[in-house]
């Protein structure tokens, strides 16, 4: 589990100035846009939330999250850690049968909460995880896999880099669907939103339902 580091700030605002390439008004799908708490069939969006270190990944997919469970989305989220995960207490019962009994997998359930471990190392990246986990999720938000062939939103502040990330030139340019910046120099050939513009999430919201990942069984 990761926790929040020091160098990031909750991100302020609600909402969006745009700039960038292409009409302000989201491209609708053909089959028309679902009403909130309406699963749109069998999809599952999938996107990736990137940025340079304590840029705000985290925040940033908290707010996301927490925006679509209002929208009476269900949301999952995946987290790419590139060091050892050890989320257990040693001693607890859950931790004996993981490390003492070298168990492949455990879960822990209660009547509200469910948590498995497992050994893994077939190196799975977000769209499988997605596919094995999340296919019942509306929304699954994936911080990190920033070499992952999926849809992209950015966060940049210009306290932590100078420049975000993003390279018109590079090979996978399109798959950034927006940077989300502090930076109101910051232009680029694709749409650009900022912290102190009133609806910023509204709009990243309708962006990932539009331009995510679609994921079907």
Known sequence: MSRSRAGERPLRGSGPAVRGAGPAVLQREHRGRSRPGERDGAVTRLVSIIGHKNAGKTTLVAALAHEFKRQKRRVGTIKHASHPIDVDRPGTDSWRHFHEGNADG????????????ERRMDGAGPEELARRYFMDMDVVIVEGFKMAPIPKIE???RE??????????APNAEEWLAVVTDDHRFVAPLRVLHFSDTMWLTVLTALVQEQAKQLTP
């Open 155 to 157: 966060v940049h502040r």
């Open 160 to 169: 932590v880099a100078k420049a975000p990330l993003f390279d018109p030139k």
């Open 106 to 117: 455990v879960v822990v359930a209660s009547p509200d909460l469910r948590v498995s471990f």
